[in-house]
């Protein structure tokens, strides 16, 4: 196997690993698996190995989930929503959930806990504001709840 598709595709695995992404990646749309590749790699992936890269970055994260089974580990839980897992951007359901405040792209987890506006965007009065308390608190058990064991 050429060395270059070789790291490309470990370098593709760890990353979609620690964002909960298994081999269901390859359900994504063309597109998305670009932005994935080009985020994931810090460049755009050569044309003639997306395929392939893939295909390899597929058959790693098999083996490392089987891996994870057999030392009983517990991966990173799963990705709920595999678009926002790989590139919110692209993603139909939450895409274009901006802040109210700024206007900057919200987390999957601030607009899921039913929000519209970032933590640091809810400005606490002069004695502070009980919202942002309840908000930042919210925001921190949701992220720890979202954290492997």
């Not at 951007?89 to 274009?96: I, K, V």
């Not at 987890?109 to 640091?120: K, L, S």
């Not at 942002?132 to 064991?149: M, Y």
Request: proline share 6%; hydrophobic share 40%; net charge negative.
């Amino acid at each position: 196997m050429d060395e270059q598709l070789t790291m490309a595709a470990k370098t593709l695995a760890r990353w979609c690993y620690v964002r909960g992404v298994d081999e269901r990646v390859l359900g994504c749309g063309e597109q998305l698996l670009k932005a994935a590749a080009d985020e994931a790699l810090g460049r755009t992936a050569p044309a003639h190995l997306e395929q392939a890269l893939w295909q390899q970055t597929a058959a790693l994260l098999r083996q490392r989930r089987d891996w994870d089974r057999d030392h009983q580990v517990s991966p990173p839980t799963p990705a709920e929503c595999l678009p926002c897992a790989v590139a919110v951007d692209h993603c139909p359901t939450h895409a274009g959930q901006r802040c109210r405040a700024c206007g900057g792209q919200l987390h999957r987890i601030v607009v899921d806990e039913g929000f519209d506006t970032h933590p640091c965007c809810d400005r606490p009065g002069a004695n502070g504001s009980r919202a942002f308390l309840e908000h930042t608190a919210q925001l921190l058990g949701a992220t720890l709840l979202a954290q492997p064991a």
